[in-house]
């Protein structure tokens, strides 16, 4: 049974998913830095004071802690997003690179696959 959860706990799924959630948990931390040290205070600017909707209620039904929570949410959200597009962007360029690299492929090659096709589109 130990042999078995050793080969269970040391398999490339479990620690790359342990990886994963480290990197996630530092993640949260720098998206959380950005929301609160470089978002809010330029939704700041907007508003003559921090905008806090915690207090509304109406009828005995605090609904104002849910849109506050909402529009934390919203902005946490959209830096995820940009920061989210600009890792895809610079990994599409990498890709890109690597693709123009490709070596050309000779006229012996080509006409090989040209004949390939043709056989394949007379069965």
Do not use: C, H
């Amino acid at each position: 049974m130990l042999k078995e959860f050793k080969e269970f706990a040391f398999k490339g799924n479990v620690i790359d998913l342990a990886v994963g959630v480290i990197i996630g948990a530092a993640f949260g931390k720098i998206v959380s830095s950005l929301v609160n040290d470089i978002l809010m205070p330029l939704v700041a600017l907007l508003f003559p004071t921090k905008p806090d909707f915690t207090t509304l209620a109406w009828n005995g039904i605090s609904y104002g802690n849910f849109i506050q929570v909402t529009f934390d949410f919203l902005i946490t959200a959209f830096a995820i997003f940009m920061v989210i597009k600009l890792i895809m962007k610079a990994k599409k360029e990498k890709v890109e690179e690597v693709v123009e690299a490709a070596p050309e492929i000779d006229a012996k090659e080509e006409l090989l696959k040209e004949i390939r096709d043709l056989l394949k589109e007379t069965n």
